[in-house]
């Protein structure tokens, strides 16, 4: 099961979900990769980390610039950390991570964070034209994501809305320029994606 949030299971209700489809799974992991600098020091680890404790999950992490990506399979959840999605899509190619993802959803339940659920879709062309500036290190030219899913999604909207400039207008040109529609989530609002289709929570 793929489960794409904006910034994590910060709601009551997605919480509530989630637990309900744990189903004796007792082990989770972050993979903490797409915070290029800080990996397990990321500032938002202690508050993933207790969500996932509260479920009755243990918790481990993964940083698959150093670990091998097939560690992810001793674990029930996985859960993708946000940060840089250039770098994170980067990363999982070289490393091989991209081949075991189908598998890995098939089996497993995968929580993305922010850029961790947006590497999950098909691509993250949104991402590049909204913020084209965080590729500017990476220099990432194939944005193919893991085609996990057709569901596109942008995270954090209302908050980003007041950040960016032209954020709704680029949203609506990218809808027309693709023919697709995009979820617009906030913050504690997440998509579950399963075989009957997906539940926006």
Do not use: W
């Not at 904006?6 to 744990?22: A, D, H, P, Q, R």
């Not at 909207?157 to 709704?168: A, G, M, N, P, W």
């Amino acid at each position: 099961m793929l489960i794409l949030t904006s910034n994590g299971l910060t709601s009551k209700k997605l919480i509530g979900k989630v637990y309900s489809l744990l189903e004796g799974r007792k082990s989770a992991v972050t993979v903490t990769t797409a915070s290029q600098y800080y990996k397990e020091k990321d500032y938002h680890i202690p508050g993933l980390t207790e969500e996932l404790l509260n479920l009755g999950l243990t918790v481990d992490y993964c940083d698959i610039d150093d670990d091998q990506p097939e560690k992810l399979f001793d674990y029930d959840v996985i859960e993708f950390l946000g940060g840089n999605p250039f770098y994170l899509l980067k990363s999982m190619r070289k490393s091989g991570c991209h081949t075991i993802m189908k598998k890995l959803e098939s089996e497993k339940i995968i929580i993305g964070v922010s850029s961790g659920s947006a590497v999950m879709q098909k691509n993250i062309n949104l991402i590049d034209k909204c913020t084209p500036e965080m590729n500017d290190e990476t220099k990432l030219n194939d944005l193919t994501g893991m085609s996990l899913t057709n569901i596109e999604i942008l995270p954090h909207y209302t908050r980003y809305l007041s950040k960016f400039d032209r954020f709704e207008e680029i949203a609506a040109e990218y809808e027309m320029e693709n023919n697709c529609k995009i979820l617009r989530i906030d913050d504690g609002q997440g998509v579950f994606l399963g075989e009957a289709g997906y539940e926006l929570i």
